[in-house]
């Protein structure tokens, strides 16, 4: 539903604020007093979007503004400039995300989210595996509690569904990803241009970053313009006794 502005009130609202006056306006707007006169009253409802963005110029303040509605932030636009490029699965995982954050915003209401003894994180698994990697397209999503202090810098976590990253991780462990890109010695979780994501190590090799397999059942390659990075693995979450340290 659209919403509706009362542009009169707010025309009245802004000049008292800025101690302007019909006349003044007029004269820094070239626009005759009667049509502000009939603006400000309601008569004229719906005044030209190029007369509007004049007064709104000459009363110092933005359209945003003038209608007491605020503007995206820089983050915000870039978040919807690249939402909007995802598709449909894609799509879904930020609906995801951020129904997850918004249950664990409303969970903890107080400023210090550590006083909660749990929070509810979203849990990734794959349906299709491909060796130790992943089809990034077949993933189902469910919700696990674990303690707020417990990796509290994840963002999700990933449920493994293959024994092919044994030693280092087998089939049913649940890791904690961090949605940052990782430092060198780092393991973490990357996607190709084919939709596959694979756990790496992050290093360096002949002076170019490069994803050392972490499994004789993968191969190492170099981080290439086509790869992105889904997050820093930050360990295992162990759902039976947290309070260990992690194992990694």
Do not use: W
């Amino acid at each position: 539903m659209q919403q509706q502005y009362d542009i009169g009130k707010r025309l009245r609202e802004v000049m008292a604020e800025r101690g302007v006056t019909i006349s003044q306006l007029a004269e820094l707007t070239d626009v005759s007093e009667d049509t502000i006169k009939a603006i400000r009253s309601g008569k004229t409802k719906s005044p030209g979007i190029q007369l509007m963005i004049s007064i709104a110029d000459a009363l110092g303040c933005t359209m945003d503004g003038f209608l007491h509605r605020r503007s995206l932030t820089d983050e915000e636009l870039y978040l919807l400039q690249k939402y909007r490029t995802l598709n449909i699965h894609g799509k879904r995982m930020v609906m995801l995300m951020a129904d997850s954050e918004d249950h664990m915003q409303k969970k903890l209401p107080s400023a210090d989210a550590y006083r909660a003894k749990t929070r509810r994180i979203p849990c990734i698994s794959s349906t299709h595996t491909l060796a130790s990697n992943s089809d990034y397209s077949t993933h189902a999503t469910e919700f696990i509690e674990i303690p707020a202090d417990y990796f509290p810098n994840a963002d999700y976590c990933l449920r493994l569904t293959t024994n092919m990253l044994h030693p280092i991780y087998i089939k049913d462990d649940i890791i904690a990803v961090e949605q940052n890109f990782p430092h060198f010695g780092d393991i973490a979780l990357f996607l190709n241009e084919n939709g596959v994501e694979m756990i790496r190590k992050y290093t360096e090799k002949d002076g170019s970053p490069y994803l050392e397999a972490v499994s004789r059942c993968d191969r190492s390659l170099y981080l290439t313009s086509d790869i992105i990075c889904l997050g820093t693995i930050l360990g295992i979450v162990r759902l039976e006794d947290t309070r260990k340290p992690p194992i990694t």
